[in-house]
Each structure stands twice: as structure tokens, then as C-alpha cells.
């Protein structure tokens, strides 16, 4: 039965999404949505079933979640925070100055700040002045106060933590920021602590106007102490606030490696805090904060207990069914979908079904190796058939797109065919994979004459050759891997245009330290190795990939641009959608469109598919509303379980 529905539920999932995406201000959702507006089919109960009390009074019972992405333990999302970390990041973080509503909209968290002013200056910049409320604390008791906001913003600002690999970009869009950031000043000009419950931030009159500018001034507290000590202080003499000297990446480097994985001390501010973590299971354990006061709304845990670990896509439905896990977040595939609904079908579990604001990809470095050539990424597309390929791995739950969006994307469905008719799609074509490849040179053969079978080679600026050989690193027990081996690196087409795909399989964890050749780890990471990577991204409502395609050295060695691609045209176009007035909804969508095309030419990456996702989940688990704007974190937020 379940099955037969689920494309209507889908159109309906997809139509609510967007609706939800762009509703205007005036109408911003200031409370969760109630289970009659989320599509949540029946849980496979018995009419004849009590009916749910409703939430507890206190925090009781526990959650499982299961995740195919494996933890690493680096919790903050700085160094090389995974999409599993961030979530457990997002349990255990709190008091922001700005949340999000279930339905994407930003707003000032009165929670948290009890008093704030907005002041325009000549210059076009803009000063945001908080005061917190008194009274906050962290889960260890340690009370928070402007100066914890302050150092949110200087510390994963600076220059000494970027020495080690991490991105420090907290305060990117304020004045001040660059000259902070390189270190040209200790002084963050845009940064004010004036009092001990009182700050403010100014936002740059470079970033503005912005279209999403509520996120920029978005502060939350850090526990300064815990990653340097007790002697280090933030001082403000006028001017902007400052670091005491003894602030080096010499004097404290090893503690930030040490404070990155903490567990049990970490100074939570969310609503949960960590009490363990097994890296060899892969598994994290939370437990309710009480010293947490809640989100804008008030809104605090009602589960008591939240353990995150490690499954395999091959058995992650076998652990629901049997009790191993309560909660399957995000299921992707067709094969995982369709056991979830026979599950459900069976009855005592629940679905929630929601477009993807994100999509599944092929990765390319372009400044090494043969990927470097937009060419060959060209060819590797005309290659694989995306639309065969989408199917394949989502059973029909999804469908391809052409850029760096997911269908949820409101800006996305509203251009979709204005996008159509002007993007690459990039249809299979051996072909045109041949021109593509004999317009970018590669025309040899390993002896440097003409090119007429096995592997192709391309003469470089010295004169050596290059041989069309492609590494790729993908994860270990990961099924669009499989069907990539399949449809892709075994086609035999991709040999009878000259090119060899070179498989590594590894960990997540190895994957993104390639990806971000993060030496700090070991020095291996940082050899340019891999020219190709299996993943994916998924995006907040904040879409701004300004940072994404820089092309500013530091900020590429620092990891921000993973593609290692160096276009200032992409670049420019990337900065110019974000910096629209948040009212000119229309100019934002055309500047859209405009760096998709010019994205789509040079393809950084091959869009896979963007799935209609699927969360499966135990029927204890109640008012569990899930949707592509928000998180797992804040979905069981306001869920409870009964036992």
C-alpha cells in the first residue's frame, strides 16, 4: 500500500518544501509544524491501539540513531568534521544569537538575547549590539557571558588556528576580518566587547546588502579556557577586541588537538552534552543537558538519551527491524527504501519522507593530474549515464540535477526550466568523450606518437607525458561506490577512450584528509593523490558558495575550496548572488542561474542524483517532523519516545 502512494506523497513533500523555503517574513513559522503538515504515514499501528499521551514532562527513554558516515570524534566544524561529527556538533551547541524555524525562516533568539539594536552607518556598514540574558551556563555549570560570544568569533577567526589546518572563517563577513585573519592586526575591528553581558559585531559594507543576512551575525558561545587556559584574555581597548600575547599556535596547538575530540569535558551549551565515545564501534552516547534553558521557543529535550553510531547500508534496516537502532536518517537508496517500506508495512514503524537540499557526486581536484583539464571532467561526464545511474541506486526516489543544488532548493525549482535550457547535460556519448579528450591533446600514446589504442597521453608544457589515468579514492562499504565500479570504471567504453580508473577504497575519515590534504594528520594527506572522490554535499538554507570557489591562497590551503579549482569568474559570480538585497527574490534567482551555467562548463564536480530522502524509524518514536531545512538534531528536539 505504502509503496503505491509514495510518488503522490513525494509531490506533495516537494511542494510543501518549496512553499516553506521562500515564505516571506510576515509569515515566518515561529512554531514546529504539527504532524498533520508532515507527510508521516501510519506507523503500522492497530486501530484498536491507545492513542499517544503526548510529550513527557521530564526526559525518559533513548534514542539510536544509525548513520553510514562513521564518526571521527572531531566534533567542531573546523578541522575535518564529517556530516556524522556536525551532527553530534549540533546536539551538544547552543544559545546562538539567531535560530532557524522548521520552516527556514532566521530570527533573534530571545532566548538567548535579551535586548538588541541594529545601527546603519555612512560607510554601509551595520552593527549588531546583543545583550544576553544573565543566567546562561554550559553543561558543566561554567557561566556564559559576552566575552564566550566574543571568542566564538575571534578565535575560529584567527590566523594561529588556521596554522593548523582548520578553517577559520567564523568572522568572515565582519569588518575587519581580513586584516584579523592574516594576521596583519591582533585588533578584530569589527568585533566589540562592551560589557560583561553586552557585545556587538559589524558586518563589512562589502558583504552587503546580503540575502541572507540574519545568519552573518549569528554568534554563539565558546568556552575560551578549554581551548587555550585560564591566562589567556580577550581585551578591548576602543578599537576592537584582541588577544592577550600569549594567544600562539606555538603555545597551544597541542591542546586544540587534544580539545577537538574531547568527549566527556567538552563544554556543551546545546541540548545535549557527550558522556562517551567508542572509536572503535564508531559510537557516541549523549545525554540530556540540564542546564539548558532551551531554543527560541523554549523548546528543551524530551529524549533522555541520544546514542549515535555506525551502520553499514548493508545491514542498517536488519538493526531497525531487530532493535539495534531506533532511527535511519536520511536513506538514500532504492534498495534501502523499498526494505524500509516493507518494514513499515509490517507494522510498529514509522516513515518521513522529504526532498534532498543537497545531491550525491563525483568529486574532481582540478589543479593535479588529468582532472585538471576540464576536458577530461567533460569526457568523464559524456561517460557515465547519470540518468541510468540515478535510477539504478535510487529506485526511482530521486532524480539528476546539473549543479550544486538538491530538489529542495526553492531558487532551484523555480528556474529549473530556464536552467534546463541552458546547461550541459552532458548526455552519453562515447563519441563526444573522444573529441572532448582530442581537443584538450590528449592525442599519444605512451611513446609520444599518434594515439590508437589503450591509454591516452597528453604532452605537457615540459614536454613529458601525462597518462589519462584517473585515482579515485571512494569509502569503504559504500553502495553508489559499487555501482560506480559497475557503471562507470568497468564500462567498457571508458577504455575505448583511453582512460583508466585507479580505485582506492578507505575510510571516510582517510577520504576527507585526502580531500582536505590535511597534513596535520600525516603528512601523506598532504601529497595531492586524488583526482576523483564519491560523496556528497547537503546545504543549509543559507546557500552561499562564496567561499566554496575562492580562489584567495590562504583560504585554499586552508580547505575552503576542496575542488582546488581556481576560477575567478566562478568566484565572482559565487559572491555576486549572495550579495542581493533579501528582498529582490528575483535577482537573487538570476544570479543563480548565472553561476550554474558558468559551474555546469567547467564542472567541478558530476552530479550524481538528489534523492527524495527517507528516515525510518521505530513507532516509539512520536511528533518526529523531519524536513530538508533543518536537522536530526532539531527534529528530536521537539520529538519524544514512549515506552
Avoid at 562513521?70 to 546562538?96: H, Q
Avoid at 553543561?139 to 557571558?145: F, Q
Avoid at 591562497?553 to 533579501?582: C, H, I, Q, S, W
Wanted: glycine fraction near 8%; hydrophobic fraction near 35%; charged fraction near 20%.
Amino acid at each position: 500500500m505504502k509503496k503505491t502512494i509514495i510518488f503522490l506523497l513525494v509531490l506533495v513533500l516537494v511542494l510543501s518544501a518549496f512553499l516553506a523555503g521562500c515564505q516571506p517574513k510576515e509569515e515566518a513559522v515561529d512554531t514546529p509544524p504539527s504532524e498533520d503538515e508532515v507527510v508521516t504515514p501510519s506507523e503500522g499501528s492497530d486501530e484498536g491501539e491507545d492513542e499517544v499521551a503526548g510529550p513527557p514532562s521530564e526526559p525518559m527513554g533513548q534514542i539510536i540513531i544509525g548513520n553510514t558516515t562513521e564518526l571521527s570524534g572531531d566534533w567542531v566544524p573546523y578541522w575535518t568534521n564529517n556530516a556524522a561529527d556536525y551532527d553530534v556538533y549540533n546536539f551538544i551547541s547552543g544559545y546562538g544569537t539567531v535560530d532557524m524555524t522548521f520552516g527556514g525562516e532566521y530570527l533573534i533568539n530571545e532566548t538567548v538575547v535579551k535586548d538588541y539594536t541594529v545601527e546603519e552607518h555612512e560607510d554601509g556598514s551595520k552593527t549588531y549590539t546583543y545583550t544576553i540574558v544573565e543566567g546562561l551556563v554550559y553543561a558543566d555549570g561554567t557561566p556564559i557571558t559576552a566575552k564566550d560570544y566574543v571568542a566564538s568569533v575571534l578565535l575560529w577567526s584567527s590566523p594561529q588556528v588556521q596554522a593548523t589546518g582548520a578553517k577559520a572563517s567564523y568572522g568572515y563577513d565582519l569588518l575587519g576580518y581580513d586584516a584579523f585573519n592574516k594576521g596583519e592586526s591582533k585588533v578584530f575591528s569589527g568585533v566589540r566587547l562592551l560589557g560583561d553581558y553586552t557585545f556587538s559585531v559589524t558586518i563589512n559594507p562589502e558583504r552587503l546588502p546580503y540575502f541572507y543576512e540574519l545568519p552573518m551575525v549569528s554568534v554563539g558561545p565558546t568556552k575560551l579556557s578549554f581551548w587555550t587556559d585560564e591566562t589567556v584574555d580577550i581585551l578591548d581597548d576602543g578599537e576592537g577586541c584582541y588577544f592577550t600575547d600569549n594567544f600562539t599556535t606555538e603555545n597551544y596547538q597541542d591542546r586544540w588537538q587534544v580539545a577537538r575530540y574531547a568527549v566527556e569535558d567538552f563544554p556543551a551549551s546545546g541540548p545535549y552534552k557527550l558522556v562517551s565515545y567508542d572509536e572503535s564501534s564508531k559510537t557516541a552516547v549523549l545525554e540530556v543537558n540540564d542546564k539548558y534553558i532551551g531554543d527560541y521557543t523554549g523548546q528543551t529535550a524530551k529524549i533522555k538519551t541520544i546514542i549515535y553510531k555506525k551502520v553499514t547500508q548493508e545491514t542498517a534496516l536488519d538493526e531497525l527491524a531487530t532493535g539495534g537502532v531506533d532511527l535511519l536518517s536520511g536513506m538514500a537508496s532504492g534498495d534501502e527504501i523499498n526494505q524500509g517500506l516493507d518494514l513499515v508495512d509490517q507494522g510498529g514503524f514509522a516513515y518521513t519522507a522529504y526532498p534532498r537540499a543537497g545531491y550525491g557526486k563525483l568529486l574532481f581536484q582540478c589543479d593535479h593530474g588529468p582532472t585538471q583539464f576540464v576536458e577530461v571532467r567533460q569526457a568523464i561526464a559524456h561517460l557515465l549515464d547519470r540518468n541510468d545511474f540515478a535510477r539504478a541506486f535510487t529506485g526511482g526516489f530521486g532524480s539528476v540535477v546539473n549543479g550544486p543544488y538538491g530538489e529542495a532548493m526553492w531558487f532551484y525549482q523555480e528556474t529549473k526550466a530556464e536552467l534546463n535550457n541552458k546547461v550541459n547535460h552532458y548526455p552519453y556519448s562515447l563519441d563526444r568523450a573522444i573529441e572532448l579528450l582530442e581537443e584538450g591533446g590528449w592525442i599519444y600514446d605512451a611513446n609520444g606518437n599518434e594515439y590508437k589504442e589503450g591509454i591516452r597521453y597528453k604532452k605537457l608544457d615540459d614536454g613529458t607525458l601525462m597518462p589519462l589515468i584517473i585515482e579515485w579514492a571512494s569509502t569503504e562499504q559504500n553502495a553508489v561506490s559499487d555501482l560506480l565500479v559497475v557503471k562507470l570504471q568497468e564500462n567498457p567504453d571508458v577504455a575505448a577512450a583511453g582512460i583508466q580508473i585507479n580505485q582506492t577504497v578507505m575510510t571516510f575519515t582517510d577520504l576527507l584528509n585526502y580531500l582536505y590534504r590535511d597534513a596535520t594528520v600525516d603528512a601523506k594527506y598532504g601529497v595531492p593523490t586524488f583526482g576523483m572522490f564519491n560523496l556528497a554535499t547537503n546545504y543549509n538554507p543559507v546557500y552561499d558558495l562564496s567561499t566554496t570557489y575562492t580562489t584567495d591562497p590562504a583560504m585554499v590551503a586552508a580547505g575552503y575550496n576542496t575542488n582546488f579549482l581556481l576560477d575567478e569568474e566562478l568566484e565572482r559570480l559565487a559572491k555576486d548572488m549572495v550579495l542581493t538585497d533579501p528582498e529582490d527574490k528575483e535577482g537573487f534567482k538570476t544570479k543563480f542561474v548565472d553561476f550554474i551555467v558558468r559551474w555546469n562548463e567547467l564542472l567541478p564536480d558530476l552530479p550524481l542524483y538528489s534523492n527524495i530522502y527517507h528516515d525510518f524509524y521505530n513507532a516509539k518514536l512520536q511528533n518526529y517532523n523531519m524536513n530538508p531545512l533543518i536537522r536530526v538534531s532539531k527534529a528530536l528536539l521537539y520529538a519524544y519516545v514512549t515506552e
